[in-house]
């Protein structure tokens, strides 16, 4: 029924192509496994896990057949821009699933041998923004849901070949039982009917090399990915820098990781392939520093860094979508993007891949004012900030005035934020119609006032300045 909890929901969680928080902070935990567990018969669901700093946390929801897909994002990566998780509880509120279509059958090549644990999908639907895909067990039989109605492909790829068959999907029904059957030799063509095989894509050409000096890297470890599979490299030694790696038809991300560089995670048309494809990796540099509160290590902090300047040139800082006649690579797609660290017991901070420019490093850190420093990182190599010193800063405090037509409607004051942001320190007033913001840094500031949905009676800001250990008194008259 409609509204009903479901339990049994397969939750999984885990970060994106870098660890989900400093390995050196949590020994004992495994910062690049996706964790899951299921729903409840409540339908509820939760994760115990360390503070993420990774930049980006995915969160997927796998139901029974019947009912869709569903997940979120969390951090900045990408472009997304997605809130992250903070410390503490994380509510996400309540998931309704729509319902769904499923599909159930069995891979098998030729010789009738089953395709154990080959990866079946739908093909050109993304529902929610998920590829609907599902591995067959080691019999080669598999159920695969969440498809909304209509008529899709269903394909399998493995060991070099797929098959592919169309399906008509309708809500709350299992289609089938379908097969698929792979060749079980280099021979390809019509399989009878609806179903038939075909070489997968071929294979791609990486060469890794020095972003600054063209100069090959010679150790690095690859991991390729599209909807279906994940192909991984280990680490291991390449004396020219370049190695072969199957891609398949769908767009893939191809994730390189090399000791002395930052990661790199980058996106190749699974088509419209190069011959050799060329990934140049920017040697790593590594910003270091101590967070005190007082005289004392503030072991509590959470550290923020973001890009405030790149520069434009040189070509390999540009914006280079990687597939064009100009041969140059952009930097990671995370440059530009917020990201998060937290210090270790003693108060000291290690953030490493990051590449030349100007950036905005920002602590936060309970009962202190938030400290920013401007860095300038302009070559490869190590740089220490010494000790960053948290105060517990200034307070602002007033009242707002406003008109007899506009009492009966809820307000707030927000801290150096436009009225419509997601973000900033803001303060909804009671009857009193009073507000008071603590730990501010000392220096100028603004205040807006607003109603909940983010509309200004007034196009204006008041400025205002905190100082240490002083309360910064301000009337905010709206009834003038």
């Known amino acids: 029924m409609r509204g ?3 339990p049994g929901v397969e939750v999984h969680i885990g970060p994106v192509a870098e660890p989900w928080a400093d390995p050196g ?10 964790h899951v567990t299921l729903s409840d018969a409540d339908g509820r669901f939760s994760f115990e896990t360390p503070f993420p700093t990774a930049s980006w946390i995915s969160l997927t929801l796998r139901p029974p057949p019947h009912f869709m897909r569903d997940g979120r994002n969390f951090g900045p990566a990408g472009g997304r821009d997605e809130r992250p998780l903070h410390p503490g509880e994380n509510d996400l509120g309540t998931f309704v699933l729509p319902d769904a279509a499923a599909v159930e059958g069995r891979v098998v090549f030729e010789t009738g041998t089953p395709a154990a644990r080959a990866v079946v999908g739908v093909e050109g639907i993304y529902p929610n923004g998920l590829a609907v895909s599902r591995r067959a067990d080691d019999d080669g039989n598999f159920v695969l849901g969440g498809v909304p109605a209509g008529t899709f492909r269903v394909s399998v790829k493995r060991c070099g ?10 809500l709350g029904v299992t289609s089938g039982p379908i097969e698929l059957m792979l060749p079980s030799a280099s021979t390809v063509g019509d399989e009878g009917g609806m179903t038939r095989a075909r070489r997968s894509a071929p294979r791609l050409s990486i060469r890794i090399v020095d972003a600054i000096s063209g100069e090959p890297v010679t150790r690095f470890s690859l991991t390729t990915r599209d909807p279906w599979e994940e192909t991984r490299l280990e680490m291991s030694d390449h004396p020219e820098g370049t190695v072969d790696m199957p891609v398949g038809y769908e767009t893939d991300s191809i994730l ?6 930052g990661s790199r995670d980058v996106v190749v048309d699974g088509i419209d392939r190069r011959l050799v494809f060329e990934i140049g990796l920017m040697p790593e540099s590594i910003l270091t520093g101590r967070v005190l509160a007082g005289a004392e290590p503030e072991s509590e902090a959470l550290i923020r860094i973001e890009a405030a300047v790149l520069p434009v040139t040189p070509a390999n800082l540009e914006n280079d979508d990687l597939m064009d006649d100009d041969g140059d ?5 995370r440059v530009g993007q917020p990201r998060q660290v937290l210090p270790d017991p003693d108060g000291a901070f ?7 420019g100007h950036w905005l490093l920002t ?12 860095v300038c990182i302009s070559s490869p190599g190590e740089t220490d900030l010494g000790d960053l010193i948290l105060t517990r800063g200034g307070t602002i405090a007033g009242i707002v005035h406003l008109p007899a037509d506009m009492a009966g409607a809820d307000w707030r004051v927000g801290l150096d934020s436009g009225p419509r942001a997601d973000e900033g320190v803001r303060c909804t007033l009671d009857r009193t119609r009073t507000f008071r913001f603590d730990f501010v840094s000392p220096g100028p500031h603004l205040l807006f006032v607003a109603d909940i949905f983010g509309h200004a009676p007034q196009e204006r800001n008041w400025p205002v300045t905190a100082e240490e250990g002083t309360v910064s008194e301000i009337v905010l008259d709206l009834a003038r």
């Open 4 to 6: 009903d909890a479901i």
């Open 25 to 34: 902070r949590y020994p004992d935990f495994d910062h690049f496994e996706v």
């Open 161 to 170: 070949f797929r098959a592919e068959c169309e399906v008509n999907f309708i």
């Open 256 to 261: 390189v990781d090399a000791p002395g560089y």
């Open 329 to 333: 690579t952009d930097v990671d797609g």
């Open 350 to 356: 290690r953030i490493g891949s990051l590449p030349e």
């Open 363 to 374: 602590v936060f850190a309970p009962d202190s004012a938030p400290l920013s420093r401007s």
